[in-house]
């Protein structure tokens, strides 16, 4: 029996033994009257002691929708000597069930803030969490508790009201729970202690209970490696202690929770093979829990915190995982290839097809080192974003492709980058990068080849071509020279096809001769230029505000200024004067320095306006029938037997744009989701959401476009990045 209970039932025989002799002496005097009148003294001196010893221990209880949550302390008194015990108690209905700091693939933690006043005070949120159940569920996995859910906390405490006696402890709390469906409770609780040397109360037993359910520091070695290789060494490891295990990451995202934790048991060791997401690499330090189970069935759950090691990777590993590299090579290279293929590469077209004319008719040599060039360009420009991704994880930031177009100061800039190449592409000044003579054998520096790609790469790289995917999620997740290995790749997939017209004489040969008409197409060119800077502008005003299409377009103004001027001095270069021409360029160079300057300064609204704004916000419009997509809404979606169509898409993507525009918001689409019961969920990663980064790493993604079908009993289908209606309307109908 519990301290508390025993000294309860103490006081309470003390004070029965002395109402039973007061009371005998009444009968004797007064008779049966008397005795009645002390059996109901008795009830009452009962309900005092139970009633004092409840309301010190818990607060009173309140009744939310599918539970019932109150404030519970491990003492009746406190000091502040030591933290007080105090506990979130949350009492759930049968079936229901609340999550665990990593909630798992969706759900949210409970949440609590505690502030004591009077004679001492304190305040705390920092929960400290007993072992979760694992609560598969189809494709997903969820860390949770169900039943009577005790969350213990430590409230620290100092004088602060020598006069007063009482403790009077406030809390706010918020926790969500889910059946088939997830509902968000909270309540305010409130109870009162009195100042004094700690003494446990009725509830102490609830603590101790609880305490035998939390992770005991782990006593073995903890590794793990890039590839999701975790391993415990220890001498008391092997197939006799351990029969089983399992790991539970404190972090959300880092790993696929739902996916098979192969575990290998060997004299000395236990192995885990986990599923890692694309920022699994950039962890230096994993923490978690990991759960061993004997041949009895007894758990033990040892909180780990394991170190990056490279050692972990096991020949038999290192053997596995060679193929897979490969494969991202392959897949990187081919996505390359395809995506000059696709609507985001469109605006450089315009480069690509005047200088493959250019080049059709010039000398092999020059035809080689043309392409060679405009290939380093290329390769190198992907390399460096892969090593800037790659760096920008190292510091804790979640990135993803096309993370840049995130950022209404890039698109602002390529906005106007791309502007500019329209003024010259027009004639109104002259830049060699892009501009062409009409004389087949016109020289131009091999700088300008370079420049083409790198322009090339700048502007492609918010798309995401079949293939690619795959393979920049591997790149990201593998050891830095591998994947900078496979951005390579890519680079050498889009430069290909230029590549291969120089190596080609008999297909350069073909190619028309240049002539009076590539003037003509030069000019034609510049309209798909100024239709991306339209494009671009309404990417900005998603992410900065209505107010930015101001300042965008003051910039744009000041450039064509600049470039005006500047092909004035091109123009009359021979008849006006060293002095006039050099105040022309000057000019113009006032008028770019003016737009670096309103970039600058446009930059100071649109970064307060995106700190105040919250990161979840939804950019784009959704049209009827379609619904924002959120973790929570998923699970229960899922939960309640739902098909749903997931849809990752950005306004920086054109790719997702053209997709939605010609397979999803089409009548015959709408009506196909509407018959087969599908709810069409759709994500905005316009700008950063953390919820969608995490949902893209967990299905081993990084970028947009993504597609996924989830059915109500079945297993989930991801499609490709292009889409067709027929194929949209196959993938469902396949639920059936």
């Not at 103490?10 to 009371?23: E, K, P, Y």
């Not at 109360?201 to 520091?217: D, G, K, N, R």
């Not at 993604?701 to 993504?706: E, M, N, S, Y």
Request: some cysteine.
């Amino acid at each position: 029996m519990s301290l508390p209970v025993m000294s309860f039932l103490r006081l309470t025989a003390s004070g029965l033994s002395h109402s039973l002799t007061w009371m005998q002496a009444r009968r004797n005097r007064h008779g049966f009257t008397g005795w009645r009148s002390g059996f109901v003294a008795i009830l009452m001196m009962a309900c005092v002691f139970s009633s004092a010893s409840a309301i010190a221990a818990e607060s009173p209880q309140v009744k939310t929708g599918h539970s019932i949550a109150s404030l519970i302390t491990a003492s009746d008194t406190a000091d502040a000597s030591a933290p007080l015990h105090i506990a979130l108690r949350l009492q759930l209905q049968n079936g229901w069930h609340t999550y665990w700091q990593n909630p798992g693939d969706a759900g949210d933690p409970p949440t609590i803030t505690i502030n004591a006043d009077g004679a001492l005070q304190g305040s705390t949120q920092i929960i400290h969490w007993p072992v979760p159940q694992r609560i598969p569920d189809s494709s997903l996995m969820s860390y949770a508790y169900t039943g009577d859910v005790i969350l213990p906390l430590d409230l620290p405490l100092q004088t602060a009201d020598q006069k007063s006696d009482k403790i009077n402890i406030k809390a706010h709390a918020n926790w969500l729970v889910c059946e088939h469906v997830c509902v968000p409770e909270e309540a305010d609780l409130a109870l009162t202690l009195n100042k004094g040397s700690p003494t446990p109360s009725a509830q102490a037993p609830l603590f101790e209970q609880t305490s035998q359910h939390m992770a005991v520091p782990s006593p073995y070695t903890a590794t793990f490696s890039s590839n999701g290789i975790l391993q415990l060494t220890g001498k008391d490891l092997n197939p006799t202690s351990v029969s089983d295990a399992w790991f539970m990451p404190e972090q959300q995202g880092k790993i696929a929770e739902a996916a098979e934790q192969k575990s290998t048991i060997h004299n000395g060791s236990v192995t885990l093979h986990l599923k890692p997401t694309a920022d699994f690499s950039a962890l230096r330090f994993l923490a978690g829990i990991v759960v061993l189970k004997d041949k009895a069935g007894t758990e033990r759950a040892l909180q780990i915190n394991a170190t990056h090691s490279a050692l972990t990777d096991t020949p038999e590993n290192t053997l596995a995982a060679s193929p897979s590299f490969i494969q991202q090579m392959l897949f990187a290279f081919i996505g390359g290839i395809i995506l000059n293929l696709m609507p985001c590469v469109f605006p450089i077209l315009a480069m690509k097809a005047l200088a493959i004319t250019r080049l059709g008719h010039a000398a092999k040599r020059e035809q080689i080192l043309s392409a060679s060039c405009y290939a380093v360009g290329v390769i190198g420009s992907f390399t460096l974003l892969g090593a800037i991704m790659m760096a920008a994880r190292l510091t804790g930031a979640a990135t993803g492709w096309g993370f840049q177009f995130q950022s209404p100061l890039f698109v602002g800039m390529v906005c106007w980058l791309l502007f500019a190449m329209a003024l010259n592409l027009l004639g109104v000044f002259s830049f060699s990068a892009v501009s062409i003579s009409s004389a087949p054998h016109t020289r131009h520096s091999l700088w300008n080849d370079v420049l083409t790609g790198v322009l090339a790469v700048v502007v492609a790289s918010p798309c995401t071509a079949p293939f690619m995917g795959v393979a920049i999620a591997g790149a990201l997740s593998g050891p830095p020279i591998a994947g900078l290995t496979v951005f390579a790749a890519l680079g050498l997939g889009l430069a290909l096809p230029y590549l291969l017209i120089a190596a080609c004489p008999s297909g350069a040969r073909m190619l028309p001769r240049p002539g009076a008409w590539m003037v003509y197409l030069r000019q034609f060119l510049a309209f798909p230029l100024l239709a991306s800077c339209v494009w671009l502008l309404w990417v900005a005003t998603l992410e900065g505000g209505a107010s930015i299409v101001v300042l965008l377009g003051s910039g744009m103004v000041l450039l064509g200024l600049a470039a005006w001027v500047y092909g004035l001095a091109q123009t009359h270069q021979n008849t006006l004067s060293d002095r006039k021409r050099f105040a022309l360029h000057g000019f113009a160079l006032h008028g770019l320095a003016l737009l670096a300057l309103l970039g600058a300064l446009s930059m100071l609204p649109i970064l307060r306006q995106q700190t105040a704004a919250p990161s979840s916000a939804q950019g784009m419009s959704l049209p009827e029938g379609v619904e924002a997509f959120s973790a929570t809404k998923l699970q229960t979606l899922h939960a309640s037997k739902k098909n749903v169509f997931v849809d990752m898409t950005a306004a920086w993507c054109i790719t997702c744009l053209v997709n939605e525009r010609v397979a999803l918001d089409v009548p015959e689409v709408r009506e196909a989701f509407k018959t087969q019961n599908v709810t069409l969920l759709r994500g905005d990663w316009t700008t950063h959401d953390a919820a969608i980064t995490a949902f893209l790493r967990q299905h081993g993604r990084d970028g947009v476009p993504f597609y996924l079908f989830i059915p109500a009993n079945g297993t989930p289908v991801t499609l490709p990045q292009v889409l067709t209606p027929g194929l949209v309307m196959k993938t469902i109908s396949s639920a059936h």
